[in-house]
């Protein structure tokens, strides 16, 4: 239950995110205009952050007001009946959603103090993230590559009070915090926050105490039509 | 469900099994909304704008509905459609179909793919029109949304993650009840009047972001104007939206 979970975050003490998407993004892919991974992103972030989600819903009423102002354009001959004849066909297309809440980490003995992955990342994964085959970068650091359209799309899992070497970032990335939380020149990053990085952003991210800090990164964040930004650093290291 | 955070009669959320990932889509608006009050009750005899209308080449399929009126109308079509009800889809039909064409055809498609997917996303909203909730948005934002994803699923073959509205992982807002959450929705009609009074260099943003699918990054590219600019003109648009729809 949404409530349910909202009191468990209360109990730890989590906050809502303090970290948000711009308007540019919220616009973006309530538009339609984002890839499938910055799509992914920002739809989970949503199911963190009632305030994006008040703002986002704001751009899909836009959306409706786009579509109305449009002028009709003749529709081809039949137009109608082909549609009327397709009404009592079967939907063909689905079957009803994903697994039930699964956590990030080992589950805990207190249901309370687990952190569910929010839909639609929990599709994507399947299964819990201690349950993934994360493969190690570098000490303290262990990633899970999504397969997802449009860009690297990435899970990061830091041991809780490691630190990553300094860096900076020569494109443009998105980062979500799942679980844990890090510290970095911007702040103070927790489950929801969003941070986006991009040029030359002096970095040296640590992570929190007492968890793993999960997080889920999308590399090379804003453009779908040209790969001219080369190469791309995550938060957390050069590769 | 220990109170209304969640709409659950939103929660027709659709999957498909693409490569063996499951892909929640959730088909409606999502579930906490705009800021602006919705007053559908208001009777219909409102002046329609006709600086307005001529302007935006905005046509109604309704003579003599005001717009308001004219949201109501929409909301009660989407609503018996999702009753099942044939007539009211024909109505609902004459008036979106054309519509969703254009859409389709200034976001590239040529005559007929926009003719083809067009009737797809009519057979999508016949299917799932009892998804639609006109407490949380409107019969067009509704629409639009069915449109934008169909587009998203035939013309660029890609799959669009959304926020599934029933999700328990959800974060509820913060004190606020069920009853107020639903209260709160933009009237198409009346962004549709305060986008035309924007000015034209923060109205062509609009336009390129939602009939040219162009992302912010790719506005800037192609107009020249830094990142932070386009970023500031979207941000004048948006405050003087909200300050029109406000004072509505």
Known sequence: MATAHGAAASRRGEGLPSHHLDDAFLMDYAAGNTTEAVSLLIATHLALCPMCRARFAEFESLGGAMLEDLSPTPLGQGALSAVLARLDSPDDGATIVGPDPLVIGEPAN???????????????????????DWQPVIRGLEEFELDVVGAKTKLLRIQPGASMPQHTHEGSELTLVLDGS?????????????????????????????????????????????????????????? | MISGHVKTSMSQTQTIDLGGVLVGRAMAPTALVAFQRRRDDEPAGLVRDDRVASNRGMVSTKPNVAPRGRAKWLDDLLVAVAGGDRSAFVELFDHFAPRVKSYLIRLGCDMSAAEEIGQE????????????????????????????????????RERRPELDPTDPAMMPEPEITGEKAVQKRQETQTVVRAIAELPDEQKTLLQMAYYEDKPHSVIAAETGLPLGTVKSRLRLALNRLRKIVKED
């Open chain 1, 110 to 132: 207190d249901e309370a103090d687990s952190a569910p992955i929010p839909q639609p990342l929990r599709s994507y994964l399947g299964r819990a993230t201690h349950e993934l």
């Open chain 1, 182 to 239: 890090y510290d970095d020149e911007v702040g103070h990053f927790a489950r929801g926050d969003v941070a986006v990085l991009d040029d030359d952003h002096d970095h040296r991210p640590i992570a929190g105490p007492g968890r793993d800090c999960v997080c889920l990164t999308v590399i090379d964040a804003p453009l779908r039509l040209t790969g001219r930004f080369g190469r791309f650093l995550n938060p957390f290291v050069k590769f």
């Open chain 2, 121 to 156: 996303v009519m057979v999508t909203v016949w299917r799932r029109a009892e998804t639609f909730d006109r407490r949380q948005a409107s019969a067009s934002t509704w629409m639009f949304t069915i449109a934008r994803n169909k587009r998203i699923d035939m013309v660029r």
